[in-house]
């Protein structure tokens, strides 16, 4: 099965600019995660959508970051305006409802991620 | 926040066993442990889990003591391609839409 697509890998813009991930979910995963890695931390949760509805956006710095998933499968994160501490790489994550117990993990599958640079 | 305590960095010789300590002293009777390594430039990737069992799979085993506050990873046989940040977490088994939650992690560098 092909695994969690996130685009673009790597994107560099200057203080103040806008900036757009995207995120593919394994298909038919109705849970999607965004996930914040700053540089020698662990990746910190932005965001959680089940389905097209936000389940937890606590973490989500609402003044500048925001997402959507309008119809249930791929998102996008979006950042603007971006300062120089947005710098790091974000993660998107996918996860079946219940999840599917004859699997290890029970399908919780990350990309490979986005690394920002705001200079 | 994490519930989870792990030394920041640990060295192990290529062929050698790496093993990974993770303190969970607050655990709940219905917390799992679970191991994921991250390589760099890529995401997370899932290694094993375990409740009080020890457990084997193809990449590892993990010795959770009788009290279940402390854990042990272990990497039979390090090579290279183990080189990674490991991350120790405790959560509910999986029943819907949990998000994992990281610490820092133990850095693991595999020295030939």
């Known amino acids: 099965e092909a695994g969690v697509a996130q685009s673009p890998r790597y994107k560099i813009i200057e203080k103040r600019q806008s900036v757009a991930f995207w995120c593919n979910p394994i298909?038919?995963?109705?849970?999607l995660y965004w996930y914040q890695q700053i540089l020698g931390q662990g990746p910190k949760l932005l965001i959680q959508?089940?389905?097209?509805?936000?389940?937890?956006d606590s973490q989500l710095p609402k003044d500048r970051f925001s997402a959507e998933r309008l119809k249930g499968v791929d998102s996008t994160l979006k950042i603007q305006p971006a300062k120089l501490e947005d710098s790091a790489v974000y993660l998107c994550?996918?996860?079946?409802?219940?999840?599917?117990?004859?699997?290890?993990?029970?399908?919780?599958?990350f990309g490979s991620g986005t690394r920002l640079t705001v200079v | 926040d994490a519930k989870t305590t792990q030394p920041p960095s640990m060295d192990c010789a290529e062929g050698r066993a790496a093993n990974l300590p993770c303190n969970h002293s607050?655990?709940?009777?219905?917390?799992?442990v679970y191991w994921y390594r991250q390589i760099h430039s890529q995401g997370p990737q899932y290694i094993i889990h375990?409740?009080?069992n020890n457990e084997t799979n193809e990449m590892a085993s993990l010795i959770i003591t009788e009290d279940r506050k402390s854990s042990t990873l272990i990497l039979p046989h390090a090579t290279l391609r183990d080189t990674a940040v490991y991350y120790c977490?405790?959560?509910?088994?999986?029943?819907?839409?949990?998000?994992?939650?990281f610490g820092k992690g133990t850095r693991l560098s595999v020295i030939a």
């Open positions: 959508f089940q389905n097209n509805g936000v389940v937890d």
């Open positions: 375990g409740l009080k």
């Open positions: 607050t655990i709940s009777g219905n917390e799992y």
């Open positions: 977490i405790v959560r509910v088994l999986y029943s819907g839409n949990t998000p994992l939650v």
């Open positions: 994550a996918s996860s079946p409802i219940g999840g599917q117990v004859r699997l290890a993990n029970y399908g919780y599958t």
């Open positions: 298909s038919g995963h109705a849970t």
